[in-house]
């Protein structure tokens, strides 16, 4: 494949994705405070057409939607891992270029990898863009909770220290599912706490409540797939399915001058 006909396909793929995110926008105007809003996200699939080694048309294909088998295709004559990379690459310069037009600097992306090859020896690893979302701007809210992270946290060299300042669209949770007491299936949108105006104002009453001044505030950032621990044994026993969350929190502890933990808890 030329250079000209991937660069074509990354702007054809990208143009999907600013439609769909578009076209949820407009509905949600449309039916302010009739509905909930929905969420303003694009879903990318990266996988190979047939799935199975030895089919002879088999192809990489791009699709847009979670669900694979009824995701439509946005590209499906990538015949190489290098073409693949080259037009996720056009893509994702587009969506980079579409952060700075008016009404999409809260564009965010969160990536995902596609594996391919029979074994640990020829394995590759394919990054994309799976969830492309337009998220509302951060809530005034989080704002004050972030200012005062940022203002209180212990930055430094430390372990477990608060090496950069808490940003914009990092802390959220979504849904997951799985079996055997395992999530492995992100299928829940991604809600972020720069939306949620009445948790972060709860936070951030706890957080002046209960440290001093005096007191240490340590910050960490971190992720987990998060399953109630009753959900999971009765999963891992009868061997059924199970459900979670998969969440990006930011871990906070504060300490007295001599040390003693008093207070700890995750934001997300």
Not at 89 to 107: F, M, P
Not at 134 to 151: R, S
Request: glycine share 8%; aromatic share 12%; proline share 3%.
């Amino acid at each position: 494949m030329d250079i000209k006909t991937r660069e074509t396909l990354g702007k054809k793929i990208f143009n999907a994705i600013k439609k769909e995110i578009t076209g949820i926008k407009k509905w949600n105007k449309e039916n302010t405070g009739k509905y909930s809003p929905r969420v303003q996200v694009a879903d990318l699939q990266v996988g190979m057409k047939h799935g199975w080694t030895g089919a002879k048309d088999d192809c990489y294909q791009i699709r847009l939607g979670y669900q694979w088998y009824d995701a439509p295709v946005l590209a499906d004559n990538l015949t190489t891992l290098y073409d693949l990379k080259e037009v996720i690459g056009e893509v994702v310069k587009h969506i980079n270029a579409q952060k700075k037009v008016k009404g999409w600097s809260t564009l965010n992306v969160a990536y995902d990898t596609a594996e391919f090859g029979s074994n640990l020896w020829n394995r590759t690893e394919v990054k994309y863009p799976a969830k492309i979302t337009l998220c509302d701007a951060p809530c005034k809210e989080y704002t004050a909770l972030q200012n005062y992270i940022n203002k209180y946290a212990l930055s430094g060299r430390t372990f477990g220290g608060f090496n950069k300042p808490l940003g914009n669209f990092e802390l959220f949770c979504s849904a997951m599912g799985g079996k055997r007491g395992r999530l492995w299936d992100e299928y829940g949108d991604r809600r972020y706490l720069d939306n949620k105006p009445k948790k972060c104002a709860d936070y951030l009453e706890i957080l002046r409540k209960e440290r001093g001044s005096k007191d240490t505030m340590l910050c960490e950032r971190g992720t987990e797939d998060y399953i109630d621990p009753v959900d999971k044994a009765y999963s891992e026993r009868h061997e059924i399915e199970c459900e979670g969350e998969k969440r990006s929190y930011l871990k906070i502890t504060i300490k007295t001058p001599a040390g003693k933990v008093k207070y700890e808890t995750k934001l997300y």
